[in-house]
């Protein structure tokens, strides 16, 4: 197993090097949210880096994320936006809101991004009552067992042609028939959505291997 883990970081070492470099922004975010006591479950850069990516691909001009944790995975994303873009990002702990907007203000995205303190559910019924603009991009990243609920609330806020992207959708439990995992009854319910094109793909990162599923929402 150390072997493993230590292949699994040297892979994970080699992508970020080439690909996935952090400048000072990130590192001070990551470094701050270690220092307030966050847990450290943030996406690793190359996983930060692949959002970004798939943001700019579909010049992603709105975008929600749902678990804002540090605000690590927000400055990836909405450094994907035009100056006249919008990320919106749900967030249930005030310290954890309170950390993500001084990493936020640290890389000049205050502006950019608004973070909604409070219960995602909650969240996410206000933005349908507000009749918010239809967003291009909505990545989950919070509570897993409630992946399906969140997944049945954002859907309507999604553009058609836009993205979900929903982090740690590879757990140990899909490889058990019988364990109860949200992440597991969330990539079942997406792999049975005929509006939705999806792909589960597996992520490197130096704790282990995880998952991104990536789904396209289409006309059915």
Do not use: C
Not at 114 to 134: V, Y
Not at 135 to 164: C, H, N, S, T
Not at 173 to 194: C, E, F, T
């Amino acid at each position: 197993m150390a072997d493993q883990t230590a292949i699994l970081q040297a892979y994970d070492h080699y992508v970020t090097e080439l690909f996935a470099s952090e400048d000072h922004v990130l590192e001070s975010a990551r470094e701050y949210s270690r220092r307030e006591g966050l847990p450290e479950i943030s996406v690793s850069a190359s996983q930060g880096k692949l959002l970004h990516l798939l943001a700019r691909m579909i010049d992603a001009k709105r975008i929600l994320e749902i678990g804002t944790l540090g605000g690590y995975s927000t400055i990836w994303l909405a450094r994907a936006l035009p100056p006249d873009g919008k990320l919106i990002t749900l967030e249930i702990d005030p310290h954890h809101a309170d950390v993500a907007r001084h990493n936020l203000e640290r890389a000049h995205l205050l502006k950019t991004v608004e973070i909604k303190l409070g219960s995602a559910l909650d969240s996410l019924h206000e933005l349908h009552t507000r009749r918010e603009p239809l967003f291009d991009l909505i990545f989950i990243d919070a509570d897993k067992e409630r992946y399906p609920q969140y997944l049945k609330e954002a859907m309507p806020l999604l553009r058609e042609r836009g993205l979900v992207l929903a982090d740690n959708t590879l757990p140990a439990a899909v490889l058990d028939p019988g364990a109860q995992h949200g992440a597991k009854q969330y990539n079942a319910d997406v792999s049975a959505r005929p509006d939705l094109t999806s792909i589960l793909v597996p992520v490197v990162r130096s704790r282990g291997v995880d998952g991104l599923l990536i789904s396209l929402k289409q006309r059915h």
